[in-house]
């Protein structure tokens, strides 16, 4: 049974005559979604001042937004394709637009918690429809171009989120980085409600609710059992209880996708080699960028003495990078000359080693160099690890696919944050003087006894750092090692499949040829 005409456009042959206006409308809408995951890097050292915010309440500043965006990726990408993705889109503006609203006049770290995970409602609501909408106004002729539109400036979105933020530190006070948001989701309203077309299918798939709420409950007390680890203790009641509670919610998800019919996430994928490996490279590839860029900022403003602009700035060479190959094309290249294994394990070990280049060479010349090497592996490894996500999976659930990949990388996003954030805490409290119980550098600063004290307390917070990045660089490292394996192995598994196929077909021709003869 298929849609009226008014539910689903004939676009077909030539596809929307104000697609390329509407492209960019929508871009700019996905554009503040996804800065607004990295731009309160820049703001730490305002937040820890302003609103009092210990690091565990500016890490959940960070991971309320990427969590809950997370948790209701599948979900928003279903209920679209149901009620309609032009009005689940105009809701995710919306939505985004009253949490900024809200965010910007927060006056307690609590407040802007509580507006980041409303953000990040409507941010999930906007990254599905978006591409949704890309993918009904463009016919299959200019589809491949517009879809490389719309990931360059998800790229660029991410990774620019700390110049954007420090730009506007520098001249105004630090909501202004969220109410500058409103007029973007004002206009976005207004043009998506006068030039994108309405679709929906007839009777879709009704939304995983409760998968959704699972998914989310779990991940976020995960994360916050290793927020909450350094400053409570390891083995304290606390950290033990809320991660028991993730693994046990995360497991009950597990076993209600795999017993609805029509599950959020269809836990079959996960046996597939080729997909587990290019789910575990998008997971560490987020991890290893977001972890870092939090790094990174600290590092300029609180250790090297950079204003928010002046940070900004500085960490702007990785998503130079990252526009320039992603524009020129030289991943998919790569990908067709090399095959997705090698060019992944190529660019997760560009990761890796740039992480290490900034821990270990000092000063801003060994920063800039890994920044460089940073962007270089992400621009490799994304589109590899896209093309192996969407070759594992059917070409009906594509969309399934993408979701999958969107969600597992917002994960990524919030577990960097949380792991290497947690390593820093505790390798400085394990360095700094016994008696500066602080939560934070500047109010560790503030209670320094004298000069000497002062500068032992910057010497542990830079050793923090330094561990913090070898870490990531393991663990980038390691996962893209892992995924570059079973990629390979789930190819050769796949050759030889096909090798008997094309052998049985050989058999049988010869049989045909000879049978009547005999």
């Known amino acids: 049974m298929t849609a009226p005409a008014a539910e689903r456009p004939d676009l077909s042959h030539q596809g929307h005559p104000q697609r390329w206006l509407i492209l960019g409308v929508i871009c700019l809408a996905q554009l503040v979604v996804l800065l607004d995951n990295t731009v309160l890097n820049v703001a730490i050292p305002s937040l820890t001042s302003e609103l009092n915010a210990s690091t565990a309440d500016v890490q959940w500043m960070i991971n309320a937004y990427s969590l809950v965006q997370a948790g209701l990726l599948l979900t928003a990408g279903s209920s679209a394709d149901r009620y309609g993705r032009k009005k689940m889109l105009m809701m ?12 910007g006049l927060s006056q307690s770290a609590g407040q802007l918690i509580a507006a980041r995970a409303g953000m990040g409602v409507g941010g999930a609501l906007l990254l599905t429809t978006t591409l949704a909408v890309v993918v009904q106004i463009f016919d299959e002729t200019e589809r491949v171009k517009a879809i490389g539109i719309w990931s360059t400036v998800a790229s660029l979105g991410f990774a620019a989120g700390p110049l954007f933020g420090g730009f506007v530190l520098d ?29 929906k299918v007839a009777q879709g798939d009704r939304p995983d609710l409760l998968g959704a709420l699972l998914s989310t409950i779990g991940m976020t007390a995960a994360v916050f059992a290793i927020i909450s680890g350094p400053e409570h203790g390891w083995g304290s009641g606390r950290v033990l209880l809320t991660a028991f509670l993730g693994v046990a919610v995360l497991a009950g998800f597990v076993l209600w996708e795999l017993h609805i019919p029509n599950p959020m996430l269809d836990m079959h994928f996960f046996r597939n080699q080729k997909f587990v490996g290019a789910v575990a490279g998008a997971i560490l590839v987020a991890f290893g960028m977001t972890g870092s860029l939090f790094l990174l900022t600290q590092h300029l403003q609180f250790v090297l003495g950079y204003g928010p602009l002046e940070a900004g700035l500085r960490t702007a060479p990785m998503a130079l990078t990252v526009v320039a190959l992603n524009l020129t094309g030289v991943g998919a290249r790569m990908v067709r000359k090399f095959g997705t294994p090698a060019v992944i394990a190529a660019g997760m070990s560009c990761l890796a080693a740039g992480l290490v280049a900034i821990a270990v060479l000092g000063g801003y010349g060994g920063m800039l160099f890994g920044l460089i090497v940073m962007g270089a592996g992400v621009a490799l490894a994304m589109p590899a690890m896209a093309n192996a996500i969407m070759s594992a999976i059917p070409p009906e659930k594509a969309g399934v696919g993408a979701g999958v990949n969107g969600t597992l990388a917002e994960f990524g996003n919030g577990l960097g944050v949380a792991v290497l954030g947690a390593v820093l805490n505790a390798r400085f409290a394990a360095l700094v003087p016994a008696a500066v119980g602080a939560a934070s550098l500047p109010a560790a600063l503030a209670a320094a006894d004298g000069p000497a004290a002062r500068e032992q307390i910057k010497d542990a917070f830079a050793a923090g750092l330094e561990t913090s990045q070898l870490v990531g660089a393991v663990a980038v490292l390691a996962g893209g090692l892992l995924a570059a394996l079973l990629l390979r192995r789930a190819e050769r598994v796949e050759a030889a499949a096909q090798q008997l196929k094309a052998d049985a077909a050989q058999a049988g021709d010869r049989a045909d040829a000879t049978g009547p003869a005999a």
Do not use: D, M
Not at 92 to 103: E, P
């Open 92 to 103: 995710g503006l919306a939505l985004f637009g009253v949490g900024s609203l809200v965010a």
């Open 171 to 199: 001249h105004f006070w630090w909501g202004a980085i969220f109410l500058i948001n409103i007029p973007v989701a004002l206009i976005g309203l207004v043009a998506v409600a006068r030039l994108v077309p309405e679709s």
